[in-house]
T-cell receptor
């Protein structure tokens, strides 16, 4: 089975431009997460969805960031306008809900390395 | 306060030897899960092993095992018979069942396996 798919793998853009990152979760997974990784802050959760509905977006840095999940197999993270401090690796991860307190391992995509000049 | 603490920024191990990567955690939840991920230089995050708070036995997955000491709130990763391909950043993470589904990550340990 295919894992989590992210595109593009690398993105270089100029300050002020709109950036759209894409994610396809593992088929059958009903949770989708967006993380950002930087040297200064490590891995931090931006937002997560359950059954396509945003559940917690408290990690989204500011209004310039928005995320959508129009269907179970696709999500986008958009930054508009982008700024140099947005440069980071953005990961998408997905997991399946399990009954009880069992494992619901999050499987990560390969990440998108974003550079904003 | 840090929920996940990894005190070893960098570790070295000789090929074929075992190595332990430390992880301590802080939670007041009774139900939680502990995860270890590997991030090689190529950047992807690879799931290695999981331990649930109610699991009585330490988790094992091939050459990986988790030394879970609940009273001490530690969940150390043990890699046996290290290989050159084990050189990577290793992250410990926790999910508290009583709260959101997010993972809280530690700062990571960079492991280098020496030939």
């Amino acid at each position: 089975d295919a894992g989590v798919i992210q595109s593009p793998r690398h993105e270089v853009t100029e300050m002020g431009q709109e950036v759209t990152l894409r994610c396809k979760p593992i088929s059958g997974h009903d949770y989708l997460f967006w993380y950002r990784q930087t040297m200064m802050r490590g891995l931090e959760l931006l937002i997560y969805f359950n059954n396509n509905v945003p559940i917690d977006d408290s990690g989204m840095p500011e209004d310039r960031f928005s995320a959508k999940m129009p269907n179970a197999s696709f999500s986008t993270l958009k930054i508009q306008p982008s700024e140099p401090r947005d440069s980071a690796v953005y990961f998408c991860a997905s997991s399946a809900r399990l009954a009880g307190a069992g494992t619901d391992t999050q499987y990560f995509g390969p990440g998108t390395r974003l550079t904003v000049l | 306060a840090q929920k996940i603490t990894q005190t070893q920024p960098g570790m070295f191990v000789q090929e074929k030897e075992a190595v332990t990567l430390d992880c301590t955690y802080d939670t007041s939840d009774q139900s939680y899960g502990l995860f270890w991920y590997k991030q090689p230089s190529s950047g992807e995050m690879i799931f290695l092993i999981y331990q649930g708070s109610y699991d009585e036995q330490n988790a094992t997955e091939g050459r990986y095992s988790l030394n879970f000491q609940k009273a001490r709130k530690s969940a150390n990763l043990v890699i046996s018979a290290s290989q050159l391909g084990d050189s990577a950043m290793y992250f410990c993470a926790m999910r508290e069942w009583g709260s959101a589904r997010q993972l809280t990550f530690g700062s990571g340990t960079q492991l280098t396996v020496l030939p």
